[in-house]
């Protein structure tokens, strides 16, 4: 668990850190505290496509660049 915070928000965040934890994300999670989440690190600015493939909770999704 990696702690981030955004603002006055803090959050406790899995690290999707290979290929495979970027390709399953959180599929198959069937429940997730408010303050959890899973953060998708990418090494160079890129278009990116994201999916919710077999993701049984609802989530959001924000994307955070260098400035």
């Keep these: 668990m990696i702690n981030i915070t955004l603002g006055d928000k ?6 999707a850190a290979s290929y495979k ?7 198959g999670v069937t429940e997730l505290a408010p ?3 899973m953060i998708f ?3 160079e ?3 990116v496509e994201m999916w919710m ?3 049984l909770i609802p989530l959001d999704i924000i994307f955070i660049n260098s400035d």
Excluded at 21 to 27: K, T, V
């Design 45 to 47: 600015p890129d278009l």
């Design 10 to 15: 803090h959050f406790k965040v899995d690290e």
């Design 21 to 27: 934890d970027r390709r399953n994300g959180l599929q």
């Design 35 to 37: 303050d959890e989440g």
């Design 53 to 55: 493939k077999d993701t």
């Design 41 to 43: 690190y990418f090494e």
